[in-house]
Each structure stands twice: as C-alpha cells, then as structure tokens.
C-alpha cells in the first residue's frame, strides 16, 4: 500500500477530522521501514480513533495479513468522562473505505479499560506492532491503557501516546510517568507533533536514528534536539516555533514529577 499511504499522508489525512501533524505519519513510514529491516511483524492498533484521522495511516503501512484494530467509545459518549474527542462509527467506517479498506478492520467498540489482553489479542490475531494510544486523557485510563499496549506489543514494536505535553491534560504526562516508576517495560525515544513514541529498549537507539536521518535537512522549519524524560534519552523534533515550548517542559521535569507526587503521594525514582 505505498502509494495509497503517500496520497494519504500527502493530502488525504486533511479531509479526516481530528487533530494530527502530517509528519507524525512521516515518522511512522520511517519506523515501519525499520521494523521491516528487523523482521519485527505484528498488527495495528488504536485506543481512541475518534475519525480515524492517525487510524488510517497505520492501517495503510500493514502487510499481508496484518489486522487492524480499532478501539472506542465512538457514539457512547456518556462514557466520555474527560470530553476527550468524539468518536462517530459511521463517519470512521466512511473515512476508512474512502482512504483505505475495511478489509481486516476489527472494531471494538467499549471501554478501553475493560479489554482484557486475551481479547485484543484474539481481535488482532498476533501481537501488535504499532499502538496509538489516545483514548481517554485522564491518569488512570492512560495508565490502563499503556499498560495493555504493553502487554499486546510485538517485540519491536512502537507505541505512540498522544497530548503527553498538552497543558490541557495534565493527567496523560502523571500517567506516563507513573508507567515508566512502576516498572513499564517501554521506554520512551522521541518525541515530537504532539506524541511521544516508545519502545523496547534494544531497539530504541536504532528507531532514533533513523528519524533523525531521515528528517536532517529536509525541511527549514523542523528541528530537533536531544534532552531527558524521567532518566531516558529522547529526541526532539518539532516545527522550530514549537520546539522551545517541548524542550521548557522537559527541561523542568521536575514540574512533571512534582505533579506525580502531589497525585499519588510518592516519589518517582
């Protein structure tokens, strides 16, 4: 699907409502050509597709074989306790077969927090190799949520978490922080267009180097630096009027883990 994810990531992702930097599908064709390199298989997945605006893209990068996964509320908005995004199954289901194929598309339609690992796994039919997490934004249903990411992942594979630095929701960045103290097994290696992406450890030096590569030079208003999320190195790439706003919370990371404590009564290590 090589050239239905070009026109996609080129100009069909704009017709998707939602909220989503195009290069954010650039780095996921940069990370699935490397998982290709390392014979790293798997499905994809999304908790949260709202219209299935980052949904789309992943689907376009499987292979033969491959499934899809699609987890949301979509019209059960009463169980949206956070007001985070609003999913609509006919309007994802028309932006799918328009942009790519319903064909090997499962749908779940529920809370993420119930979904047992036995059950995505079943659905996806193998482990998982992309996972966007972006389901509800409040501490406990990111923490849910990445740790069943966690327990489907394909060795190698990537998991991409949503609105960490959104000021909006403080909880997502407690969350995450939370995962990596409490003995996550992903860590994380970049960051950038509003995710940050992780993965396991031995693969993460090579995932950061391929995007810095690919991207060095290629446009005049992306830059990227390297900086620390709770004691891991990550790149930072962003467009040069964001890239101060990522690096000052990082940098003050302390905010982060202050927050963490004040929410849980503990100390991050």
Do not use: C
């Not at 993460?204 to 060095?216: G, K, L, M, N, P």
């Not at 009027?241 to 991050?268: D, E, F, M, W």
């Amino acid at each position: 699907m090589k050239r239905e994810f070009a026109v996609y990531k080129n100009f069909g992702f704009r017709t998707v409502h939602g909220w989503l930097d195009r290069d954010v599908l650039a780095i996921s064709e940069v990370l699935d050509r490397v998982q290709r390199d390392k014979g790293v298989s798997g499905s994809v997945a999304e908790i949260g597709v709202h219209r299935g605006k980052l949904f789309i893209g992943l689907s376009l990068l499987r292979r033969e074989g491959e499934s899809a996964v699609a987890i949301d509320i979509f019209d059960d908005q009463e169980l949206n306790i956070d007001h985070s995004g609003l999913g609509n199954l006919k309007r994802f289901k028309a932006n799918v077969e328009r942009w790519a194929s319903l064909d090997g598309v499962k749908i779940h339609q529920g809370d993420s927090t119930k979904v047992q690992t036995e059950t995505l796994r079943e659905l996806a039919g193998s482990d998982i190799r992309f996972f966007s997490v972006d389901g509800g934004h409040t501490e406990e249903i990111v923490l849910s949520d990445m740790r069943l990411a966690e327990s489907v992942l394909a060795d190698g594979g990537v998991v991409i978490a949503d609105d960490v630095f959104n000021e909006h929701w403080p909880g997502v960045s407690v969350a995450i922080v939370r995962y990596l103290d409490e003995g996550g097994k992903l860590v994380p290696f970049l960051v950038g267009f509003n995710k940050m992406f992780l993965a396991h450890p031995d693969y993460v030096a090579d995932y950061r180097a391929a995007v810095e590569s690919a991207f060095e030079g290629s446009l005049l208003d992306l830059v990227w630096e390297s900086a620390g999320f709770a004691g891991h190195p990550v790149t930072i790439i962003a467009h040069r009027h964001a890239i101060q706003v990522v690096t000052g919370v990082l940098k003050r990371s302390k905010a982060v883990r202050a927050a963490y404590t004040q929410l849980t009564g503990r100390t991050p290590s």
